[in-house]
């Protein structure tokens, strides 16, 4: 027996006796992980350091800062999140107890990426953990320092058995594939999504799959561009672009074009000074691989910034390039790295065309300081979330599910929604043995009476919006009828007009309490017949 | 027959019923006395030329893989303008489902006779009622739904604006099954709409007449863009890129079909039948549960996904209670219940045949047992002295057979329960509120109902799926919205105060790390945390 079938098996074992199952023990777990991250936090900073030459204060403030905010979130609103959740009752449920109750699904296989090792890993096992999984922890064999720390310290902290670290490589991850799980998170790219899905289909799980693609970022000329583009560099050039939430290319306007890439080049120099090769806070690409497949993305594109490469150490500099097109070669797939092109559209119009034509991406960013705008970029295209006017921000923000769609994705997760994909919402009729006469109407032999019975108790959702128009079409002819009576009166008699006005107005007055719409109709009706 | 001459649906509907009366077959089908083919319905409005009716009135079931590409293809691109995403565009369509059941009830309770021998009032009340319950309770609530929800902002998005904006999928595909024909594509497809998709439906190719109906029908009610409805050929469609697959039915070919979608990398909903089990304690009134098992069991002759499947009795209670189910039979459907008008017939020769060997090779008959294979007919049937190792006990059965196992306490029913795959649903019987405590904590199932069956499967404020091998995803009522839309979260930043975000930029320094530190400490005490970044 393999390596991965042992592990599945123990944890499997290991969940059936229900030891994971009690929100004490759920909360244990959580708080040895929240103590694993701040004990261990020089261990995760030296590994990360060596995967991906970020620097210690850069690996704490993306990686464990939200991580340690998640599981916080958790230890605080578990009981809250677990507990039975009621549900509206009908007629024939009205003295049962109907609610949803989560429940732990089984073993999750949690697959980790390599371009945040701690966070995109942890992220799901934090939630894992609060929905009462046991969990398979495969980080990514690219980044092999941090997959050896995890391997080695976090048994220390969590249960052996049921979190195990599975470490290996592409092999490996095939053998776990193989086994029966009851959910699997995947992150990483479409390719390796669609194959672990695959998988998964085999055995009936369900899968949730944080993918990429490419994230447009769209800049309008209504906005402060300098903000704008200090923003943008942010959340481009930080982990060296090998962010999946990154703006991958920017969609602007052919006259602002040259001002974003001043402006984008001013914050470069500021960030990462005047030579980023030497400066400890900028990264380095993962390995050999994806530095030539980056290399040969920048052919055929003009150069606005940057440029600058050393295959030694896999280093490219923060790279703008200008005067791209949907064909060039950069637009043919996730970049993945400090490559930023600038596509030039006419307007919004144009961008969305833009953006509908492609998959859809994990997130949409817009720049402007016009509202309607960013409503009409919200209605008019389809992304996994949209941002407005900041970069990366919206993975921190607890309450909003993160997660993509279509091409980026499915699925979701993030503080309760993490927790309702890791848990089966179970859904609950609790009902007594009494009140059998009640039930008499659905047992054969079935009569036209007994079917008449039913329809009136089954069918209790009326049309409201139906029954409202009818209702107000009942009353305003009521209404009309008794109008046109009283300006039956006012026609026969002309010189007391004055008496009419005033049955109108009593009319009015009374009609006040009923739907504003009916009002008006009857308040022109009567302005009408004053008028006759 | 020729084309619609009227536009009114009804009028032409009727015509259409009169041709099919008067005419002995050849006018319907084939070739007439010119020698000239003459087209049914279905197939003109495919565009085919010749109709591939295969034998005399036998309706023309077969859409073809091209057929299928033009058709989504046409769905997408009148998804991508736009037209779905009004409110009104889906209200309007939601009524015209309400109204297609109300105007033709009489139709649709007419080829659910033909296809399952289904009662009227089974056919109108646990298929053409619970669609309308679900469309209104959609048209009541979508505006609510479609709203954006603001989620709870923390101290750094106090200035922005956090909400999640529902959005459709795109095109879906529904997959319904042959149990509950109507209601398996029609539910499904009242949350496709709601959530302002587009759909192509499949209905099972076993229920000849309801599918022709759904094929000829919808495309008078509701929008002739956005709604098809194809005639078998779901293997190879699935194949196709949709943005969601929606499929009721049994393992292998969910199985199928989800491998299928991963391909494509499109998300499936997958409500799958499995064997759900019916605990029955010593401790409860067997009279009245006798009849809801028995009401539960062998309603449709037993074609549900959601009915129990057998019966795990305390050794006590056992003989009472299959003397009690005895009486309920005797009292549901006479003392034969062929002759029962309220009793249906199994689908198709294939279910009834495997039905029948399962029924034979298994424990010991106490009620029941005869099969007539003209009718499709097999009686209400229970089984005593069954094992685990029973072939009944090791597939899937669809038919209107009930084993009854005996256990000794509820330890063993629930170990019982979970030495098999999860069900879709689990039921237990019992007038002690421990007892059910117990059998709802340590089993897992996709929905549990305790002292009643099916009804938990009804209600639209309930969702509604399996977990494990009963499938994966949910649906009813809002959870069916949820389910074929995105909730595409949005964080709307406004561009002032640019001073506080300044922390998160590089060079990172040690200063502004600790200040962040503590800023993020701060707002955990104040519950939710900070998010300077």
Redesign the interface.
Known sequence: MSREQLAVQRARKSFQTGKSKPLEYRIHQLKSLLRFITERRRDIADAVKKDLGKSANGTELFETLGLEGEIKLAIEKLAEWAAPRPVEKNLLTITDEVYVQPEPLGVVLIIGAWNYPWSVTLQPLVAAIAAGNAAIIKPSEVSSNSSKVMEELLPQYLDKDLFPVVTGGVSETQELLKQKFDHVFYTGSSTVGRIVMEAAARHLTPVTLELGGKSPCYIDKNCDISMACRRITWGKFVNCGQTCIAPDFVLCEPSIQSRVVEEIKKCIKEFYTENPETFEDYGRIINQHHFKRLMGLMEGSTVAVGGGSDESQCYIAPTVLQDVTGESKVMKEEIFGPLLPIITVSGVDEAIQFINEREKPLVLYVFSNDNKLIKRVIAETSSGALLANDCLVHFTVSALPFGGVGNSGMGCYHGLHGFNQLSHLRSCLIKQLNMEAFNNMRYPPHTDKKLGWARFFLLKQLNVGRLRRMALLAALAGLAAFVVQDSRISWRCWDERKIANDTGRSVWVEVCTEDRKARQSCFCIWRNIQQL | MSSPQSPSPHRWFNALRRTERSSSGELLIGINMSGKTRVCYSCQRNGRLTCRRTRLGEPCLKTYPLECEGLLRRARVTF?A?HT?KESFR?AQL?AV?RMLEEHECDFVDALGKDLHK????A??SEL??V???A??A??NLKKWMQPQH????L??TLDE?L??S?P??VVFIVGTWCSPVETCLVPLVGAIAAGNCAIISPSECTAHTAELLHRLIPFYLDNECFHVILAGTREVVELKF?HVFFTGN?SE??RI??A???T?T?VT?I?GGKNPCYVDQD??IA??A??IA?ARF?NAGQSLVAPFYILCHTTVTARLVQALKCCLM????SDPRE????GRMVNLDIFNRTKDMLWKSGKVAVGGQVIEAEKYIAPTILTEVTESNPIMQQDIFGPVLPVLTVNNVDEAIAFI?KQEKPLCVYA?S?NNKV?TRL?S?T?????????SI??S???????GG???S????YHGRYSFDTFS??????????RF?CV?YL???????H??SL??WA?TLS?KS?????I?
């Open positions: 991508q736009g995403l209200v009524e309400v009662p009227r009032f089974e109108v009340v009622i619970l309308k319950n679900e209104l309770y048209i009541n989620v709870e902002r923390n750094s998005t956090c999640m904006v959005e999928l795109g943005d393992r969910g199985t989800a491998q979608a991963a391909r990398l998300p997958l799958l409860c009134d009245t549960t009849q809801r009401w309603h009292q549901f459907y006479g029962s008008s309220s009793y979970n019987y007038s059910i709802m340590e897992s199932s996709g929905s549990f109902c305790s002292n009643d009804l938990q009804l209600m639209v404020a309930l969702p509604f977990v494990g091998a499938g994966m995803g949910s995105h909730r595409k979260s949005c964080l709307l930043r406004s561009t640019e975000t998160r930029y590089p060079p990172y320094e040690d502004n790390l962040m530190t993020s955990q519950q939710g945390w900070c998010h970044l």
